[in-house]
């Protein structure tokens, strides 16, 4: 493998203009609200990056043009992400739907791809390739876009697309169907997946009924008592390259067997890397082995909820668990990764999500948000969009040389994503974020088996 440019920390991103991109027939007049489960995500904006090398055949003029068309064309059916988002007098968000449009931002940077530091989104994505959502001129301040877009032109004749999406509207799998159908009008295809935004679908049950579990992995903060001036912790994001066989071997050290376990079934490659990565933080933060730490995995409820695979918002709940760091420290990775089975196997199930819409219900109005994202103490939230295709979104340009996330997702927790890599055939692309100590400390572990992206030459 070729040896990897040197990257540059500081480059200049200067915007050229920025444009509105409406659907181009009429969108349905209405005020799209939350549901249930929308209610528990906070305001955050999720950023996907695509970073494209060539695109043949076309000027860069051609090329944007295209784009934005095809954008046009998308909005048809996703009318809702032209809209904008307002927290009504309840304190609830909702989206008005008047075909407002998304901020297309064109922008054109100083530096080649091949001298970016994508390992580092913090300072190379945010706030340079990655766009701001905010209110626009003429607007009025407390509204939103659902989403902005960059388009940055780089020296070296490719381009980086960064989509900032609103999360309280669009969890993982929609904005990859949002992707797919953006890519799909692109190609001049007709889109395969009609959105559904059925918010009826749900509805809490008429007889609320609420597990005890659903108040241990939520918390219902009175809209009185929330505190908007206080700011997230100070945390950056690194992005890794996790190889197929490395990754093999971390499931085979999470399926060994001692003669205290009775395995009844096989741990996955998440469950495996959930429980390394855990075991990482643990050890780099360096608390004392009576001290509590936790692990939250995101789960989604489509199938538990018989939602149609196309519904377009949140389908996800944050189940966790708790146990001292000396049962992370003294034992093996088998034993770790047998806890975070059980977290997953406890709520993959339709009695767990019907009871969590249902607790939700018993709550309004208030903000209310996953414990292991708000209460402070040893915690990481381990995601995983393995299966999500990002690597066929071709927006006219051939395929993306690499994707991943830009997530400053404000919590008290520490984030990773695990992401499909570019060399396909198994190989994982990882995005932590967290206290930068914790990173350096995390890297600094004789156990750490990671590369930063930047040494794999993807670009």
Known sequence: MAVAAASVKEFRVDVLCTSIVQSPVPSPQCWLKGSNIDLTVPPISPGHFFVYKCFPGKTYGELVSSMKKALSETLVLYYPVGGRFKVGRNGEAEIQCSN??????????????????????????????SPIRQPLQGEPSDCLPVLAVQVTRMKCGGIVVCCSFDHRIVDGISSSHFFKSWSEAAQGLPISTIPCFQRSLIEPRRLLNVNAGNDNHYVAIPLAAVDDTKEPPPQIGRIYHLDAVTLQRLQARANQTGPEMQQEKPRTKLEAVSAYIWSLVVRAQGISPSESTRIGIPIDGRAYLNLPYSYFGNAIAIPFTQVSAEEILD????????????????????????????????????MMLARVYAEPGSAVVVSSGVRIPIYDIDLGCGKPAFSSVYFPWGGTAGYVMVQASPLGHGNWVVYMHMAEKDLDAIEGDPDFLFVKVNQMNFW
């Open 331 to 366: 034992k093996p990775l088998n034993c770790t990764a047998e806890i975070v089975q059980t977290v997953i196997s406890s709520s993959t199930n339709s009695k767990y999500f019907r009871s969590f819409v249902d607790w939700v219900e018993t709550k309004r109005p208030a």
């Open 100 to 129: 407002q449009g998304v901020p297309f931002i064109e922008a054109v940077a100083d530096v080649a791809i091949a001298y970016v530091d994508f390992s580092q989104p913090s300072l190379s994505v945010g706030h340079k390739l």
